[in-house]
């Protein structure tokens, strides 16, 4: 069922758990897979405890990257996906670094997700990995072709971590994302608070569909955010320390976020 009624209704936080790096990765520090689950399976359920609407998986410690999720990628991130979908009763996101617009389906059906955050998915995006170009048809078209069209698809227009290659205006390839390529909602992040504010202000007056911010989002700001958008992805500043992408997630600093929004606004 899709969980885009929800996100309407606004404050809808969704909590990212950034993945260690699988026993398949090409980094040294390789954690078993039973510890990656209980690692996962731990702060998804900090985060549902504290009363946020969502949890979000991310294959962070599996960079370095490829352009084409490789297949133990989609093996693993199902794996723990499932474990995480199974311990929690909110909804799940799934979201790989690779550029792969295939994969992040493929894996979110088999572990019951209901929802993807896809990068780069109109346009074309000057990255570190190189240049990108949008997945938005082989994301929607495989949606369709393995009977997945209950996964709602989240799309990033001009995230801070690349820059838009040509003239491209942000308010026409909002629209096209969600007119011509069929994204569910849209997830916007700027470079500084004030540049997220803005970009969400230029978007939200060309779409019809939620907007998210992808980033920056803290107990500070969050007051400020939830005016002009519909919900918010939320990661470092969750963690015991907030530099280490793979420390424990604090309880009070979930706490924290959640209480900073009026009880009567929380979407869960």
Not at 12 to 35: A, C, Q, Y
Not at 115 to 143: E, F, H, N, P, Q
Not at 212 to 224: A, F, Y
């Amino acid at each position: 069922m899709s969980i885009l009624d929800k996100v309407r209704k606004g404050s809808f936080m969704i909590g990212v758990i950034h993945i260690p790096p699988f026993e398949t990765s090409l980094k040294k520090n390789r954690w078993k897979t039973n510890d990656i689950i209980t690692y996962a399976v731990d702060a998804a359920r900090k985060m549902e405890l504290a009363g946020f609407s969502s949890v979000m998986v991310q294959n962070v410690g599996d960079e370095p990257t490829s352009q084409e999720a490789p297949k133990e990628t989609v093996a693993n991130m199902a794996i723990i996906g499932k474990a995480v979908k199974d311990a929690i009763n909110i909804p799940l996101g799934i979201c790989l670094l690779d550029h792969d617009g295939k994969a992040p389906i493929a894996v979110a059906k088999a572990a019951g997700a209901d929802y993807v955050r896809i990068k780069t998915y109109v346009g074309i995006m000057a990255k570190m990995t190189g240049l990108l170009s949008g997945c938005y048809y082989d994301a929607v078209k495989y949606r369709r072709d393995i009977r997945a069209e209950e996964i709602d698809i989240f799309a990033d227009i001009f995230d801070r971590e690349g820059y838009p290659v040509g003239d491209t205006n942000l308010a026409e390839m909002s629209h096209f994302a969600e007119y011509c390529c069929m994204a569910d909602g849209l997830i916007i992040t700027g470079r500084s608070i004030n540049e997220t504010q803005d970009m969400l202000n230029t978007v939200r007056q060309n779409v019809s569909i939620p907007l998210l911010v992808g980033g920056g989002v803290n107990s500070g700001n969050i007051k400020e955010f939830d005016k002009i958008c519909n919900g918010f992805i939320i990661g470092n500043c969750l963690k015991t320390n907030p530099s280490d992408d793979f420390s424990d997630i604090s309880e009070a600093n979930c706490n924290g976020l959640v209480n900073s929004l009026p009880l009567m606004k929380r979407s869960c």
